[in-house]
């Protein structure tokens, strides 16, 4: 039987991940109102993405027949001083994200909860795939910092996710 102490972490994590989904949603509608249509498209598709993880863990809290209780989603940023600031932001909260997983693997551990740290092991993959991706494409605005017209390619580049 699952503990109550791994259920509420779990919950939180669920709703952080909606959260996730809202705040890439907010990222996309930022791109589109300048017209980095790419960029957008590349958000929505990961707005699409969290969405996933959330009900994953939903998944995982119905199977194990816990308690699913779904809390407010505070508003996300809608207002970023560039296309890379954006990009810069998920990124960091990508590594927010992982770090909230080790947590959760370690409060597995500490309860010996092995079907949640089997479960887990899938996110903990997932971040490593994440944190690339984001980080992928800083680079690439970085370098197209120098190069203005760069920005209408990797725009393009970002559309075909
Ligand atoms: Fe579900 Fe990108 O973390």
């Keep these: 039987m699952i503990s109550d102490k791994m259920v509420k972490a779990l919950n939180v ?12 949603l907010s990222m996309a509608t930022f791109f589109y109102d300048i017209n980095l249509d790419g960029a957008a498209h590349w958000m929505e598709k990961q707005a699409g993405e969290e969405t996933g993880h959330a009900m994953k863990l939903y998944g995982h809290l119905k199977e194990r027949n816990a308690r699913i209780l779904l809390t407010e989603v505070p ?3 809608t207002k970023w ?9 998920a990124y960091k909260h990508e590594c927010d994200v992982t770090k909230a997983f080790d947590a959760l693997v370690a ?12 479960f887990l092991q899938w996110f903990v993959n997932e971040q490593v795939e ?3 991706s984001v980080d992928a494409v800083v680079q690439k605005l970085k370098m197209a910092e120098k190069a203005p017209g760069a920005l209408f390619f ?4 970002l559309g075909e996710r």
Excluded: G, H
């Design 130 to 132: 994440e944190e690339a």
């Design 81 to 89: 001083a560039s296309p890379l600031a954006v990009f810069e932001d």
């Design 75 to 77: 508003a996300p940023p």
């Design 107 to 118: 409060q597995a551990q500490t309860l010996k909860d092995n079907a949640t740290l089997n």
């Design 13 to 24: 994590q669920m709703n952080n991940e909606f959260y996730n989904s809202r705040l890439y």
């Design 154 to 157: 990797i725009d393009r580049m």
